[in-house]
């Protein structure tokens, strides 16, 4: 599999909403969990979201009700809408993707566990 290709970061105030985009083959193979991942400077990674193929999903509890995750198979494209941004979102996002659907729960996915191909990054800045 190539390696995905995040999109969609840049600057927003607080309140507004992006959407990030994540390509790869990956996402167009229904044997594979996608995530989302987001790390500011010298903090630990953590784990936002996740995809199952069958549309099964997961968040991390800092952004359960304002971020929905979606896949596009066909388009073989990952998505990420944020919504309601916060100062303490900003961050370098990431998307990755892990072979075995269903193969893991999603929770374990979150900590990027099984996650094997990640892109480089799209940075989120927030501006009050």
């Known amino acids: 599999q190539d390696r995905p290709v995040e999109s969609g970061g840049g600057s927003v105030q607080v309140g507004g909403s992006l959407r990030l985009s994540c390509a790869g083959s990956?996402?167009?193979?229904?044997?594979?969990?996608m995530g989302w991942f987001r790390q500011v400077a010298n903090e630990e990674r953590e784990g936002i979201a996740a995809?199952?193929?069958?549309?099964?999903?997961d968040y991390g509890d800092d952004v359960k009700g304002r971020f929905t995750i979606s896949r596009d198979n066909d388009k073989k494209i990952l998505y990420l809408q944020m919504n309601d941004l916060r100062l303490d979102d900003a961050a370098m996002y990431y998307c990755?993707?892990?072979?075995?659907?269903?193969?893991?729960?999603?929770?374990?996915?979150?900590?990027?566990?099984?996650?094997?191909?990640w892109g480089k990054g799209t940075m989120v800045t927030i501006s009050s």
């Open positions: 990755a993707a892990g072979y075995g659907a269903n193969r893991y729960p999603l929770p374990a996915r979150l900590t990027g566990y099984g996650m094997n191909d």
């Open positions: 995809i199952e193929s069958d549309g099964t999903t």
């Open positions: 990956a996402f167009g193979d229904s044997r594979y969990c």
